[in-house]
Structure formats: C-alpha cells, structure tokens
C-alpha cells in the first residue's frame, strides 16, 4: 500500500499532493480537505506536538480561512487542520435560526471551576454558550434540557479533564452527550489538566479527534481561537 508523505514532505501545495503515491488520486485535497481552507507560510513544517493530537506542530504555523484580516489569533498547522471540518459544519448550520454558537460539554465537577472559566472566556468574546449551570431551570428534566441544547447549538466543546476522564467510563450524561456530538464533525476536545494520551486509554473514539490543550497555551488563547472559529463577521 502506498503511503502518504505528508509527514516527511507535507502537503502545502496540489502539486505537493500530487507527487504523495498515496494522496496523488484525490481530487479533494490533502485529508479531504480543500486547500483553500487554510495557508501556509514559507516555514512550515509538519511534524512534533502531541503525537499530532492538539498539535504544537514544533515552529510550523498557518492561518485558517476565517480568521479576519489582522487578527492577532495565531494557529499551528495541526489546529488548522483540526479545525477545519468543525467551521464547515458551523458554517452549514449557521443559517438555521436561534442556535446557539456552541455547546459546552464538561464533568459536573467542574462546573464551578475550569468549565465555568471557558464558559466566562467565550461569552466576554460574544460567544453564546449553551452551559448547563445557566441553561437546566430548576425543575426541567436534565436530560431533556440536554438533548434540547444539543439540537439548538452549532458546535460543541468537550472540556476533557481528569473529572470528565473519572466520569467516562460511568457512562453518565457526558458520555451520552459526546456520543451525539461524536456521530458528526461538531466537536471540539479542550483538554485541561490531562493529556490526549489519558484520554484515549479512556475513550479512543474521543482521544482520535484532534483539539485544543491548556498544555500549549492558555484557556483565554484557547478561547480567543473558539471564538474567532464561530464568528461570521469575517471577509472570508
């Protein structure tokens, strides 16, 4: 079977694409996606980071289609191309009336805690947030609340924490709402106080999406990259 050079060569170019004895017959681009989608600068390697999950990607940057023009927001190659399918399901989801911009799922630990930090992050950057401490009235049947979160949010977020990791395997409501989000490109792990490697010995399904660390940078960086992917003010 021929194998792919990205990991050696990279795929900046369609005709870097089409020199890869594995990649040279898609018509789509590298991984399916476009290259259209994101650019990259001179310096770009592939390579390092995380065993490619959350993507340090050593020196390597890029700058994705919808980040506007002058932002300071600044990505690695891997968060671009993790990234990617996320924006396109917002984008296709983006027409659809009153839905909120993202879903957050997270361990009923941390709610006053990391969760409520990410939450406070992103609605200070005008993301509207679906959270459960606001979102469940006094009353409501949760999963009910859930489920109704769920179907009225564009994106969700995963805030993977060693809580959440406790919690998996319980196979409580975390995990039946990850089961939802996983089943389409509408996920983003955030991982806080563990690592992608914790995670998969819990949920490979999970841990094979790639995502964002506290690790690399800090929840407000973390949060500024969130909000500039679900913003539509952007000349893209």
């Known amino acids: 079977m021929a194998r792919c050079t990205a990991p050696v060569r990279g795929h900046s170019s369609a005709a870097a694409a089409a020199a890869c004895p594995a990649c040279r ?39 994705p289609r919808w980040s506007r023009a002058g932002s300071s927001v600044s990505y690695t190659v891997a968060q671009v191309q993790a990234l990617t399918p996320i924006r396109r399901t917002f984008e296709n989801r ?6 909120r911009d993202v879903f957050l799922c997270h361990a009923w630990d941390d709610r006053q805690g990391a969760a409520k930090e990410l939450h406070d992050l992103l609605v200070a950057r005008g993301v509207s947030v679906w959270f459960s401490e606001k979102d469940v009235l006094l009353g409501l049947p949760l999963m009910r609340a859930i489920d109704k979160g769920l179907a009225n949010s564009k994106i969700g977020l995963v805030l993977v924490t060693p809580a959440l990791l406790r919690r998996l395997p319980q196979e409580g409501i975390a995990d039946k709402e990850l089961s939802a989000l996983l089943a389409r490109d509408q ?50």
């Open 25 to 63: 017959y898609r018509s789509s681009g590298y991984g399916g996606r476009s290259y259209s989608d994101y650019s990259y600068p001179s310096h770009t390697s592939f390579g390092g980071g995380s065993g490619g999950r959350s993507g340090s990607g050593g020196s390597s940057s890029a700058r």
């Open 94 to 99: 983006a027409t659809l009336p009153d839905l």
């Open 187 to 236: 996920l983003v792990p955030v991982v806080h106080n563990t690592t992608y490697e914790a995670l998969r010995d819990v949920s490979p399904l999970l841990g094979s999406r790639s995502g964002l660390s506290t690790a690399e940078e800090s929840m407000a960086e973390i949060a500024a990259k969130l909000a500039e992917l679900v913003s539509l003010n952007l000349s893209e």
